[in-house]
């Protein structure tokens, strides 16, 4: 089985979630090619070899700086044509997602998105997906020769397997139709951690009371080496840019520890965040929702506990 996986690149550095998807790649047991596009750090894609990659391609190319759509399906297309490949496996995200689904109809391809285990082939190829905003999960066989996966961030993980490999270029032939759509300009959210790559994600709500408090929620994130996140009332109220925002409308994340401080857990906030790993819950309401889906729960005063929480995990470093 030839399987290629497309790492996305931000500021040179490869992702974690397209390292998690190499990493799952190799689990597959076939050979795994990466296709980086655009723009790259040469030691990062080198890198990629030792998460389980055995080739890993680069089209440099400064057309592909910019993550468009249409030019990176045509892109990859060629590339599974080259490498004769049988799987795409591509992180689950804003620019993986939709390129999936036209690749998908471009090979004729069987399709899961949201998948969170390695596939079952002992009858079939059979992979379970996360369905419902995590509520459940769905066991879908993919049928046809061509099969196209999306990974779950958090699916799999990152671990090192083998040694950097060399990276070869590779020279898709675009055309002018693959660049009908510009990037005018670009918004890039701002903070030493993003949310969407975060492994600890600490956020506020409106029992914060006001922006000026928010020193409390960026003082932990940063002993904590967390990103930091809102609810929705708290952009809407512009108390947080809106990049922080995390919930069903907002970003979805899946980190290994969620933080949610003052947020009563509104069912849509609730729906993009549980995928974490783990979830604390800091409420001086001792009623409010968010506690049933919590796995830890602290009833008090977030001007009372943060402080003391902060110290606690300092004095732990």
């Not at 922080?244 to 290994?256: I, M, S």
């Amino acid at each position: 089985m030839n399987i290629l996986v497309f790492v996305e690149t931000a500021e040179g550095k490869v992702k974690k979630t397209s390292l998690e998807a190499v990493a799952y790649a190799h689990g597959m047991g076939g050979v795994v090619t990466a296709l980086a596009l655009g723009a790259a750090d040469a030691q990062a894609l080198a890198d990629v070899g030792k998460f389980g990659a055995t080739k890993v391609l680069h089209a440099n190319d400064a057309r592909l700086n910019d993550p468009l759509v249409q030019s990176y399906t045509t892109a990859i297309d060629q590339a599974m044509k080259a490498e004769n490949s049988d799987v795409l496996v591509l992180a689950n995200s804003s620019l993986g997602s939709p390129v999936a689904a036209k690749i998908a109809v471009r090979f004729q391809a069987s399709l899961a998105s949201n998948v969170v285990e390695l596939p079952q082939t002992n009858a079939g190829f059979v992979v379970k997906r996360s369905i419902y905003t995590g509520k459940a999960f769905a066991n879908v066989e993919l049928k046809n020769a061509k099969k196209v996966i999306t990974l779950k961030k958090n699916a799999a993980e990152a671990k090192v397997v083998a040694s950097a490999v060399a990276v070869t270029p590779f020279t898709p032939a675009l055309s002018d139709a693959d660049f009908n759509v510009k990037v005018t300009s670009v918004d890039k959210a701002t903070g030493d951690i993003l949310l969407p790559e975060a492994e600890i994600v600490v956020s506020g709500g409106r029992g914060m009371k006001g922006p000026e408090h928010w020193a409390l929620i960026e003082n932990l994130a940063r002993t904590l080496g967390a990103a930091t996140g809102c609810s929705k009332p708290v952009s809407d109220m512009h108390w947080r840019p809106h990049h922080e925002h995390v919930g069903q409308t907002g970003v979805k994340v899946a980190p290994q520890l969620y933080v949610a401080v003052g947020i009563s857990g509104a069912i849509q906030h609730l729906a993009g965040v549980n995928s974490s790993k783990c979830i604390v819950v800091i409420n001086k309401d001792p009623e409010a929702p968010f506690f049933k889906a919590a796995d830890y729960g602290i009833v008090g005063d977030a001007f009372d506990v943060l402080p003391k929480l902060n110290e606690a995990f300092q004095a732990a470093k």
